[in-house]
């Protein structure tokens, strides 16, 4: 073979090695299965999967053309092509600045839009429309593992989350002491853990299986192994493994507690039957002692009718700010 066909055989190739590393980072992907976020188990991780590939739509439709009219451009106009228009003084072209100021507007606009109303459909805090009553599970990120603890059922268990398909799930979140993010991701969104607050994140799984669960943001040495599987069973299965767990020999008592939040990894699946009442209000309350007040009926109530006075007074203040504007 001579050189110049060698030369020729490599300028035709170009655009599919081009091609070639674009898709280089999905290679590792064996499956729509790897993809996590593309491969959903429920109706908010369908909706944020859809969002995704509907914006991955909407950046394509410049990236696309640019790509291929660079690739046109640098053919059509290289220094061998005579037959090329040659205009070194041009500088101009008003069609031209109106497509690339147009369709970009657009497109940022769309998003925009979308944006906005997937915000507050997804918000995390959001409870799900459902005829099936929720499942509340209070999550604990310890160093380096995930406490659950199903106060409606009175049991616990560590980097094990067991949930009944069809029903959405209350989590309520905080952690031990390092901020974690807890993250289901083919079940929805990701929401933070953080020491002295709570969080809270509603999902829901419609069809049975084992999702990955983990977290998202990096905590410390121990942070690659913390990890924990979410399995999503039938309501009837969930009922038998509530039952498994009330039947364990372990109970989570406070010096159980204790050694459990010391720093550990790979910690193994641990069912407890029993749990401290009042568990989760007490990490919370932990940092933050000045604030702590009994999580009881009467003191929530006040909270609540605190919070509906300074709503109130905030009321009260802008009706006179604006009666004396009107006086004015």
Known sequence: MTRGSLTRAARALGPLALLALAFLPLGGCSSLG????????????????????IALGLMLLVVIPVILLTLFFAWRYRASNTKATYAPKWAHS?????????????????????????????????????????VHVEVVALNWKWLFIYPDYGVASVNHLELP???????????????????????????YAMAGMQTQLHLIADKPGTYAGLSASFSGPGFSDMHFAAVAAEPKDFDAWVQEAKGSRLTLDQDTYEALEKPSSKVPVTIYSSVIPGLFDSVVDKYMPAMAMPHTASNDQAMNDQAMNGQAMNSAAVRQTTAKAEEQ
Not at 112 to 122: N, Q
Not at 123 to 131: G, Q, V
């Open 94 to 134: 008003t069609a031209i600045e109106v497509v690339v100021w147009t369709i970009p507007c657009l497109i940022v606009a769309t998003l925009a839009v979308l944006i906005w109303r997937t915000t507050h459909s997804l918000d995390p805090y959001k409870p799900l429309e459902s005829n099936a009553a929720p």
């Open 34 to 53: 790897d993809l996590e976020l593309l491969n959903p188990g429920g109706d908010i991780g369908a909706q944020e999967k859809n969002l995704i590939l």
């Open 165 to 191: 398909t069809n029903r959405p799930v209350d989590f309520k979140i905080t952690a031990e002491s390092m901020m974690n993010s807890f993250f289901i991701p083919q079940l929805g969104s990701q929401i």
